[in-house]
């Protein structure tokens, strides 16, 4: 059974970057489309970015596209977050998300995703 494990977050000035990892153990993440999704108390869980299976395609929420970016390592069976030009609307939760069905896409919708890491929050200060 696979464990995604997120790294990375903690407090940050707006305007300040931060990079999050998401680490697997138990099942390589080689050939399966990845996403990041973060959430606010009361909110369902929002779609910030994705990654198709071979790293060639990504795909970004309007309100981070230029500021973050998704890749990912299947050699460290890992995928990161770079996060820049933060803003204070950005802080929630944040976790990483894995597809195991085939398909060279990526996915927007939380339901579309089979397995979740844990998250860990992200605090953006004005």
């Known amino acids: 059974q696979v464990q995604l494990v997120e790294s990375g977050g903690g407090l940050v000035q707006a305007g300040g970057s931060l990079s999050l990892t998401c680490a697997a153990s138990?099942?390589?993440?080689?050939?399966?489309?990845m996403g990041w999704f973060r959430q606010t108390p009361g909110k369902a869980r929002e779609f910030v970015a994705a990654?198709?299976?071979?790293?060639?395609?990504?795909l970004y929420a309007d309100s981070v596209k230029g500021r973050f970016t998704v890749s990912r390592d299947d050699a460290k069976n890992t995928v990161s977050l770079q996060m820049s030009s933060l803003k204070p609307e950005f802080t929630a939760f944040y976790y990483c998300?894995?597809?195991w069905g085939t398909g060279g896409y990526y996915y927007k919708g939380a339901y579309e995703y089979d397995d979740w890491g844990q998250g860990l929050q992200v605090t953006v200060s004005a």
């Open positions: 990654i198709t299976w071979s790293g060639e395609g990504t």
């Open positions: 998300a894995v597809r």
């Open positions: 138990g099942h390589p993440l080689g050939h399966y489309a």
